[in-house]
Structures are given as C-alpha cells and as structure tokens.
C-alpha cells in the first residue's frame, strides 16, 4: 500500500489549505484514514481521523472548527481542509491509513499500518 500526501505549503495566517492523501494498492474504502502532523523535535501528533465510509470522523480539539478531515471512494483519496490556519499549525503533515481502529487508540501513531511521505505546511506573515 502507498500513500502519496500532497498539498502543502505556506500560507499567511488565517488562509487555507487543503492536503490530499492518494492511496494505492489496497481497496481503499476497506481503510480508516487519518491525519497526523510533526514538528521538529517532537511527536507526531493526531490530528483527525475518518472512517472507511465517511460516516464517522473525530478531530483533535485543537484544530476542531478549523479543520475538516473527508474522503472519496471513488478516487481512492482522502483529504484534509485546513482553515483559519495559525503559525502554531506550521508542521510536516502525515497521512496514516489503518485496517481497523480502535477509538480509545486512535491518537496512537503505532494503531496504523501504513504512512505517506509528509508534507510541510509552513503559516507565517
């Protein structure tokens, strides 16, 4: 399974982006789809997960109202719209996928079984 992540970039703060996670190589509808972002030094951190039909998402709470996590079948790709973006969002941005996911696990970077490249999203004036 590949996972391709795209989209990123820099932006003034209060703009907006939007990731895309292109998945190869598995059925993707069969997938839990999530977001996590990293800074230099630190964990990777959740940021927003979807499940493998759309009808479930959950958002960390520091980006929930700003962020919307979403995803289409049909073109095997999930996305990440990002906005009101701040300098605190400023990060590489990975996309994760998972077989399956528990809920009180979903935060845990070692739940997901496959990893995109990361995307650096820098917000700055």
Known sequence: VQLQASGGGWVQPGGSLRLSCEVSGRSFSNLVMAWFRQTPGKDRKFVALISWDGTNSYHDYSVKGRFTISRDN??????????NLTPEDTAVYFCAAARTVNEDRRERVGVYDYWGQGTLVTVSS
């Open 74 to 83: 049909a073109v095997s790709t999930a996305y990440l719209q990002m906005n």
